[in-house]
């Protein structure tokens, strides 16, 4: 099915953003948003199979692969499909569609708070909502220096800590869900998998 970059990454997407939670059994066994930062810093590269979910209901599958800051990679199973941001740009390759692919600067999309090189969950404005719901915490993020281009959710799972999937909500309140496999941190992944001009001369 046609994947835009506005469905898959939230890109120039105005979210609405969600009410803090004030209450303190909200909070009471979340895990604190330094300690979720602090584990978000300490990835350098991982990998995991995924499940994508989105807002009309179709499910794509694929393999995800991360190098941060700001490298990431998605395959899909079965799709002449392909999305990588590296050089602070995402490409969309898109087999079914003729011509160059699509790019849009990687600041764009709210993913890019968890590709950044020093992430702060704790920054004045960032979390809209931080929550506990008996087995995992959630966590509703924005970029408060561009506050138009969407929100993600964040769901990690404690002991230890692991980013379990993240949601992408658009302007009109349209969701697209990743659901992670198990992501496997460390390891080296080649350099090639985020050049986005290697992958275009590789298509000819």
């Given amino acids: 099915m046609p994947i835009t970059r506005r469905a898959l990454l939230g890109a120039t997407a105005a979210a609405p953003f969600a009410t803090l939670l004030g209450s303190g059994a909200a909070h009471a066994n979340a895990i604190p948003l330094a300690d979720l930062s602090g584990y978000l810093n ?19 599958t694929g393999t995800v692969f991360i190098h941060r800051p700001g490298r990431v990679r998605f395959e899909y199973d079965g799709e002449d499909l392909l999305v990588m941001a ?24 709210p993913l890019r708070i968890i590709l ?49 999937q993240w949601i992408i909500t658009d302007e009109g309140g349209q969701q697209t869900t990743v659901v992670l496999g198990g992501l496997e941190t460390g ?18």
């Fill in 42 to 60: 300490t990835i350098q590269t991982a990998q995991s199979p995924f499940t994508q979910i989105n807002s009309d209901g179709t499910v794509s």
């Fill in 187 to 204: 390891g080296s992944i080649p350099a090639r998998y985020f050049s986005i001009p290697q992958e275009i001369n590789s298509r000819g």
């Fill in 116 to 164: 950044d090189r020093n992430v702060n969950l704790g920054r004045s404005g960032m979390v809209s909502e931080h929550s506990f719901d008996g087995t995992s915490t959630r966590v509703v993020a924005r970029d408060p220096d561009r506050p138009n281009i969407g929100s993600i959710t964040l769901v990690f799972t404690p002991n230890p800590i692991e980013l379990r």
């Fill in 86 to 109: 590296g050089g602070s740009q995402v490409a969309i390759f898109d087999g079914r569609a003729s011509g160059p692919p699509e790019q849009y600067p990687l600041s764009e999309t």
